[in-house]
């Protein structure tokens, strides 16, 4: 990991929001690699998430998108924010609409044709069991179907950086199998940054390699996890061979 380059740096940084505030030294996050941000209610996940989103400014320090500083303004932060899925603990944006139809434009953002974002939309809602609710409403929607849908159109945006702020609070575990196994094979095969905040350990679902401590809006202490290992059942039943000498 250390000689790649990081796709998100904080060096310096000094935000309050309300009576929250975060002052965080240095962070790197990495492609290929899930982080947890882990903390109690109130620690500065949420606010820090914003930051790492762009979707919050700074009073003070530097925030690097593959390498390039906002301070000096070397690149577009709405140009960051397309290249940046976020899932946040209350979504905005969508209101009117069907499940479908919100997939549907959020593919044809991506340039993608009306033909082929109608099948991928449907392809995604049938994997994650969804596909009845596509002609359903926004409005008639339950909050945990409606955060799936949510958590779905993070994978549909195909970003380089993957934010998620308490995604597990709602789904059933079907949903969260699927999702993981998604995020897995985007983490290994196409090197993106996964990003989740909980304030509940992850480890049960073996697919975080970083957790970052998050105490008073500082980094209190970084680990890297210890995951058990996989155990290979394939010859466990299978009959020990006769020796006929």
């Known amino acids: 990991m250390s000689d790649q380059t990081p796709v998100i740096e904080l060096q310096d940084l000094q935000v309050k929001r309300g009576i929250q505030k975060l002052e965080i030294y240095?962070?790197?996050?990495?492609?290929?690699?899930?982080?947890?941000?882990?903390?109690?209610?109130?620690?500065?996940?949420?606010?820090?998430?914003?930051?790492?989103?762009?979707?919050?400014?700074?009073?003070?320090?530097?925030?690097?998108?593959?390498?390039?500083?906002?301070?000096?303004?070397?690149?577009?932060?709405?140009?960051?924010?397309?290249?940046?899925?976020?899932?946040?603990?209350?979504?905005?944006?969508?209101?009117?609409?069907?499940?479908?139809?919100?997939?549907?434009?959020t593919l044809k953002e991506r340039k993608i044709s009306s033909g082929i974002a109608y099948q991928q939309a449907m392809s995604q809602l049938d994997e994650f069991d969804l596909k009845d609710y596509a002609n359903i409403k926004r409005k008639d929607l339950s909050p945990g179907v409606f955060q799936k849908v949510e958590?779905?159109?993070?994978?549909?945006?195909?970003?380089?950086?993957?934010?998620?702020?308490?995604?597990?609070?709602?789904?059933?575990?079907?949903?969260?199998?699927?999702?993981?196994?998604?995020?897995?094979?985007?983490?290994?095969?196409?090197?993106?940054?996964?990003?989740?905040?909980?304030?509940?350990?992850?480890?049960?679902?073996?697919?975080?390699d970083i957790v970052i401590n998050l105490s008073h809006g500082r980094i209190v202490r970084v680990?890297?996890?210890?995951?058990?290992?996989r155990t290979d059942n394939r010859n466990r039943n299978r009959p020990k061979p006769v020796n006929k000498n």
């Open 223 to 229: 680990e890297k996890t210890r995951r058990p290992p």
């Open 26 to 105: 240095s962070m790197k996050i990495y492609p290929g690699v899930c982080y947890q941000i882990f903390g109690q209610n109130g620690s500065g996940k949420s606010l820090l998430l914003d930051v790492l989103a762009h979707r919050q400014s700074l009073d003070s320090g530097t925030l690097f998108f593959q390498n390039k500083s906002g301070s000096k303004k070397e690149y577009s932060p709405s140009v960051a924010k397309k290249r940046i899925a976020y899932f946040r603990q209350k979504p905005e944006g969508w209101i009117r609409g069907t499940v479908l139809s919100y997939l549907e434009k």
């Open 151 to 208: 958590l779905v159109r993070c994978l549909l945006e195909s970003s380089d950086i993957l934010i998620f702020d308490e995604p597990y609070a709602l789904p059933d575990e079907a949903f969260i199998k699927n999702f993981n196994n998604r995020l897995r094979s985007m983490i290994r095969n196409e090197k993106k940054a996964v990003i989740l905040a909980s304030s509940q350990s992850l480890s049960r679902f073996r697919l975080v």
